[in-house]
Structure formats: C-alpha cells, structure tokens
C-alpha cells in the first residue's frame, strides 16, 4: 500500500513562533487531509486539500501532488495548537475512499 | 460537532471474551471506518463500510469483524479479545471524495 513519512516526528517551539510540517507520499493521489489530535484525543480536520493552497487562521496547508509532499504551516503558535498532527492520504488505487495515516508529527508548544 | 459518536468510550475486558464497539453518526455519510490508534503507528484502518450490509477488510482486519444493517450503524466486534488488541479504536465517516470526521474514540484494554 502507500506510504505515508511525516516529518518531524518531535518539534518543540516556543509560544509565539512558526513552524513546518511535512509529509511525503510514495503514490498518486486523490486527496490529502491534515488532522490534529488535541491533548484530550479528539481528532479534528484541519484541511482537506488535494492541491495548491489553503490558509485557515494561523494555519496553512500546500499540497503539490505531482511531488508527493505537502506542507502545514503554523505560524505564531500558541499553547493550544499542541498535540499530534497527521497526514492521511486517500491512494488513487485504493478502495471506498479509504484514508491512510502517517505516524504524525508531536508538537509541544511552551509559553 | 460532526454527528458522530462512539461507545463506550472506555471499555476493559478480559482476554478470550467478546467485544462489541458501536458507531453512530446522523449525517447520512456514506462511508464509515473503523481505525486503531497505536504508539508509533499511527492510524491503522481495520474494516470499512462503503454502504449498509457493504463491507470490506482494512490492513490489519485479523481478529475483528464489522456488521453495518443501517447507514448510522457500524459496528466492530473483538471476535475472543486478546491483549495485542488493547488500543484507542476510532470511528470515521465521509460522504465521498470529501473530510473525513472521527469520533471521540473508545479505549480498549484487554487484561
């Protein structure tokens, strides 16, 4: 099947800085989501994008499928934007819209 | 909130014994997913359901079964629960080719 690396596995920021997320792909595909899981383990959609851009807040997301990576950008993080961020990728070969995870990036954001 | 809820939300139990995980949405998606969530795996999807009585395998689907006799429903049975199953299981659903939404998931613990 796909693979799915997220880069960093760890990142550690202080409260106020910017940051990158990545996360590579070995196959074509249909779409990408990013999610963050909070401290509580709640897990909530950031970004549906299957291409370009999108910018939500404080939050962006690129997606550049003909290179297999996309980028979240955080900027002026804050302590709430902690826990763990995924990737998941829907594969063009794959069944019923099925998702599949990176093992995220854990970011620890420190007042 | 997105309309979709596990239960329980936590659950132990002992080796051998069957096990029933619920999903419930109101959303009329379509499709519905059942993940587990280990240390340094990520999510890992198990069964999926593409519409009622329509289901299919994951990648680790060894030891689970899934029922879905309504659109709201989706059902994971532990067959005879070992320990290897002790885990976060999460519920998700979509509509098509869009966001997927998770549940608050269920905490396992198989003794």
């Known amino acids: 099947g796909i693979q799915v690396e997220q880069s960093p596995p760890d990142l550690i920021l202080q409260e106020g800085a910017n940051s990158t997320l990545r996360c590579n792909f070995s196959d074509s595909v249909n779409n990408l989501q990013w999610f963050h899981q909070n401290p509580w383990g709640q897990l909530i959609n950031l970004f549906y994008?299957?291409?370009w851009t999108k910018q939500n807040g404080r939050l962006s997301a690129t997606t550049v499928a003909t290179e297999r990576y996309s980028l979240l950008y955080i900027s002026s993080s804050q302590t709430t934007d902690s826990g763990v961020y995924f990737c998941?990728?829907?594969?063009?070969?794959?069944?019923?819209?099925?998702?599949?995870f990176g093992t995220g990036t854990r970011l620890t954001v420190i007042p | 909130d997105a309309g979709i809820t596990q239960s329980p939300r936590h659950k132990v139990t002992e080796t051998g014994t069957p096990v029933t995980l619920r999903c419930h949405q109101t959303?009329?998606?379509?499709?519905m997913y059942w993940y587990r969530q280990d240390p340094g795996h990520g999510l890992r999807l198990i069964h999926y359901s593409y519409g009622v009585k329509d289901t299919d395998k994951g990648e680790v689907s060894d030891g689970y079964s899934v029922s879905r006799s309504k659109t709201e429903d989706f059902l994971l049975t532990l067959e005879s629960a070992t320990s290897s199953q002790t885990s976060v299981y999460f519920c998700?659903?979509?509509?098509?080719?869009?966001?997927?939404?998770f549940g608050q998931g269920t905490r396992l613990t198989v003794v």
């Open positions: 994008i299957p291409s």
């Open positions: 998700a659903m979509r509509q098509g080719n869009t966001e997927a939404f």
């Open positions: 959303e009329n998606h379509r499709y």
């Open positions: 998941a990728v829907e594969s063009k070969v794959s069944g019923a819209n099925n998702l599949f």
